[in-house]
């Protein structure tokens, strides 16, 4: 077992004591570096680089060669499980996703496998090994996966939606069909999940990128279920260290009380709620993360650190926050001004925790 050289990370999702607050951020390995892009470049296509190991561990490490973060992600993209399932996975430039394949029926439903982490999905699994091994303890290798909400509605639509017709058709329409969908997307991440687990990853974040669009009751029904599902599936424990589990929910604010009920370790929230309302609404037994509007990195030094100032004044005094950004950096962000982002954490948020 490599002894972690930096493991305030998962101090925090722990709720202990840390010096600083620790941070990285979603999509920290990507189109804003142009390390990145060089490297996308030489595999050839986005899903050629998530198959290829060392390609998939060179831009996983990149944004730690450029900024003092406290944790590492996974290379890889949450419709990994889906496409393992055979339904046809392309990336467009300008379309984004696409599945030649979509499900529409319970009969698609019935003839949908569930991948084998060491089979359809090992290429994945390599990656997380070949990760863990080249970070060699300098700070811990988060996994993920999609919540079944999610992919169900990129499964449903044929790839991403703005209008959610054919996945809120079928809810309304054949809630059995999609439940069975559901269920076999949950036993399917809780093996994908447990099969990085078992690779070296050392937390894992499911992402809800889509629950934010149904109704309370239907949050809790469609969505929420699924992932209690899957949080009661994981092996939460490994080389003798708890696993701790972020549970993200994009425009999930608002349901953070009953996510805290789920026995995840941490939620991750976005930036259309404050963290001191947060915090009242989750209970002090779960940590937060977030939740800085990634936009603000669009502006400039002084500001974003006036920014970082204001979202670590939200959270207050004590332990179980990771700072993050509300939801994935975007592709146009000045990498100078990622690095004023980090070290403002760090430099502004050792006051919180004396």
């Known amino acids: 077992m490599t002894t972690l050289k930096n493991d305030r990370f998962l101090r925090a999702l722990n709720r202990e004591p840390v010096d600083v607050t620790p941070v990285w951020m979603m999509r920290q390995a990507g189109r ?23 390609l998939a561990c060179e831009v996983t490490i990149q944004p730690l060669e450029r900024y003092p973060l406290d944790a590492a992600i996974l ?14 996975l392309t990336f467009n430039t300008g379309h984004g996703p696409q599945f030649a394949h979509p499900v529409r029926s319970a009969a698609d439903v ?3 496998p569930i991948p084998e982490p ?49 996945i809120k058709g079928m809810l309304f329409d054949q809630p059995d069909t999609l439940h069975q969908l559901l269920d076999k997307l949950a036993k399917s991440v ?20 889509w629950g934010g669009v149904l109704t309370p009751r239907d949050y809790q029904e469609f969505s929420l279920r699924y992932m209690q599902q899957i949080i009661d599936g994981l092996t939460r424990e490994a080389d003798g260290r708890k696993v701790p589990v972020i549970l993200f929910t994009k425009g999930g604010g608002r349901w ?27 209970g002090d037994n779960i940590a937060l993360q977030g939740n800085m509007d990634p936009c603000i990195l669009y502006s400039n030094p002084e500001r974003i650190r006036e920014e970082v100032g204001n979202v670590l ?41 004396k």
């Open 32 to 54: 804003y570096l142009p390390e990145y892009r060089a490297t996308r470049k030489k595999a050839g296509s986005f899903m050629d680089l998530c198959r290829n190991a060392e």
């Open 75 to 88: 290379f890889s993209d949450i419709l990994t499980i889906p496409d393992a399932m055979g339904l046809g």
């Open 110 to 112: 019935k003839n949908l």
């Open 118 to 166: 060491e089979g359809e999905l090992q290429y994945v699994m390599n990656a997380v090994r070949t990760i863990r091994k080249e970070l060699d303890g300098r700070v811990p290798l988060i996994g993920f996966s999609g919540s079944p909400w999610t992919l169900a509605t990129y499964m449903v639509e044929g790839g991403g939606t703005k209008e959610y017709g054919n």
């Open 190 to 209: 809780i093996s994908y999940l447990n099969g990085q687990i078992a690779a070296g990853a050392q937390a894992v974040q499911i992402f809800d990128t």
């Open 256 to 282: 953070l009380d009953k996510m805290a009920a789920t026995g995840a370790d941490c939620l991750g929230v976005d930036w259309t709620i404050d963290l001191s309302d947060a915090r009242k609404l989750a």
């Open 313 to 353: 004044a939200s959270y207050g005094k004590g332990n179980g926050h990771v700072f993050n950004l509300g939801h994935g950096i975007h592709p146009k962000i000045d990498p100078e001004n990622v690095g004023a982002f980090i070290n403002a954490v760090h430099e502004l948020s050792a006051q919180y925790h």
